[in-house]
């Protein structure tokens, strides 16, 4: 079964230091998605992207993040400086096109901030 | 804006009891509503959803919902628990445009017992 994979499964990194997450969604899915989750805390919606460009962000997706769809396959976040609070376990999830097209979600990548 | 709140933050239930998991959301329109499971270490996984027609909606592992209205709930069920079940469980919803942004509820951690 087709399946969204992401990498690293765990990161930790030093406060100010870039990351990038990457994952690589379902190949015939146009529909690309980074959700975080704070450890005790609801999943959030961080950002979504479609043909290429950003279609959706919330409050959180500030201009220390990033997105990108660098070749055909994967799609990645960046944080650019990290905060103690950007840690979080981060879920990329791809659908296909349609507006009732089920969302799939990788296994999570966990990013820890020190 | 939309929320979900699911009242129950911790269920215990006996191997072979009944489920029911509370989920209540806010939302203008006609929600899209989905309910989500996560195993230790694991993504996501989709149990079901509801975008319009027959209000109760079968998924994956036995589980099924229904969908009221008048309550502004998605309540998921399922008759005899087995001990796999135990997770957390996550109700959603989604707007109805091509973006299809979730909001997710804070989850439930369900706990089987022998």
């Known amino acids: 079964e087709p399946e969204v994979t992401q990498t690293p499964s765990h990161q930790v990194t030093q406060m100010g230091q870039e990351v990038i997450l990457r994952c690589v969604p379902i190949?015939?899915?146009?529909?690309f998605y980074w959700y975080r989750q704070i450890l005790g805390q609801k999943v959030e919606f961080l950002v979504s992207?479609?043909?290429?460009?950003?279609?959706?962000k919330s409050e959180i997706f500030d201009d220390q993040f990033s997105v990108e769809r660098p070749d055909g396959s994967n799609f990645t976040l960046k944080i650019r400086s990290t905060k103690l609070e950007d840690s979080a376990m981060y879920f990329c999830?791809?659908?296909?096109?349609?507006?009732?097209?089920?969302?799939?979600f990788g296994e999570g990548s966990r990013l820890t901030v020190l | 804006a939309q929320s979900v709140t699911q009242p129950d933050i911790h269920i215990t239930v006996s191997e072979g009891a009944s489920l029911e998991l509370r989920c209540n959301y806010s939302?203008?329109?006609?929600?899209?509503l989905f309910w989500y499971v996560q195993s230790p270490g694991q993504g996501l996984q989709l149990l079901l959803k509801y975008f319009s027609g027959d209000t109760l909606v079968q998924g994956i592992k036995g589980f099924e919902a229904e969908f009221k209205r008048s309550q502004s709930s998605f309540n998921l069920r399922k008759p005899s628990v087995h001990w796999s079940d135990a997770a957390e469980y996550f109700c959603a919803v989604g707007e109805s445009n091509a973006g299809n942004m979730l909001t997710f509820g804070g989850g439930t951690r369900l706990m089987v017992k022998p």
């Open positions: 992207f479609y043909n290429n460009e950003i279609s959706e």
């Open positions: 999830a791809s659908r296909e096109q349609g507006p009732t097209g089920e969302l799939f």
């Open positions: 190949s015939n899915h146009l529909y």
């Open positions: 939302y203008g329109a006609t929600p899209y």
